[in-house]
């Protein structure tokens, strides 16, 4: 099975502020690679598809890149909704896998 | 507009079984490729099992292969997951997800939950 690392699990940051969340496969997984939003009660919402692509009605401020073994997600500049734990997922296999997570918190 | 509604969900014992439904609406489900996808109380993301649109290839995690059944009536527009044999650790919010294109999950449900307890 592929294992999905992200990094860091937490972050606290502000309003406005630039947010890079890391996502590390354990084998070469080209661009198959997806980001999630999940907030507290709700289910998760997709964000970027294949490693760089975004998702219809997702804000431009929402972008994603790499290849291979090595993504990130980045939040050009945060707003309040964007508070939420982010899970990456890679789609190059079964299982399909997911990272454990990334909370993103209000500074 | 997609929608997709888990029900189903419920207390039930160690042992025990249990049928999750999916209703689909909004898109033409048979098109689609589904999962179910799981989240215990406070963890992570898990995926549980993958149907193709026709119901010919299934694909299960290691941790329900053997126990869990995931079905489709295109007729009815509705995705099943029969759930037996359930243990202590298959407590957690059921979603039905849509496959995009087998990239990525572009839409959920709302989830069920499922609580496994004596």
């Known amino acids: 099975d592929i294992q999905m690392t992200q990094s860091p699990s937490s972050v606290s940051a502000s309003v406005g502020d630039r947010v890079t969340i890391t996502c590390r496969a354990s084998?070469?997984?080209?661009?198959?690679l997806a980001w999630y939003q999940q907030k507290p009660g709700k289910a998760p919402k997709l964000l970027i598809y294949a490693a760089s692509s975004l998702q219809s009605g997702v804000p431009s401020r929402f972008s994603g890149s790499g290849s291979g073994t090595d993504f990130t997600l980045t939040i050009s500049s945060l707003q309040p909704e964007d508070f939420a734990t982010y899970y990456c997922q890679q789609a190059n296999s079964f299982p399909r896998t997911f990272g454990q997570g990334t909370r993103l918190e209000i500074k | 507009e997609v929608q997709l509604v888990e029900s189903g969900g419920g207390l039930v014992q160690p042992g025990g079984s249990l049928r999750l439904s999916c209703a689909a609406s909004g898109f033409t489900f048979s098109s689609y490729e589904m999962n179910w996808v799981r989240q215990a109380p406070g963890k992570g993301l898990e995926w549980v099992s993958y149907i193709s649109s026709s119901g010919s290839t299934i694909y299960y995690a290691d941790s329900v292969k053997g126990r869990f059944t995931i079905s489709r009536d295109n007729a009815k527009n509705s995705l099943y997951l029969q759930m037996n044999s359930l243990r202590a650790e298959d407590t957690a919010v059921y979603y039905c997800a849509r496959d995009k294109q087998l990239v990525s999950f572009d839409y959920w449900g709302q989830g069920t939950l499922v609580t496994v307890s004596s």
């Open positions: 084998q070469g997984i080209s661009s198959w």
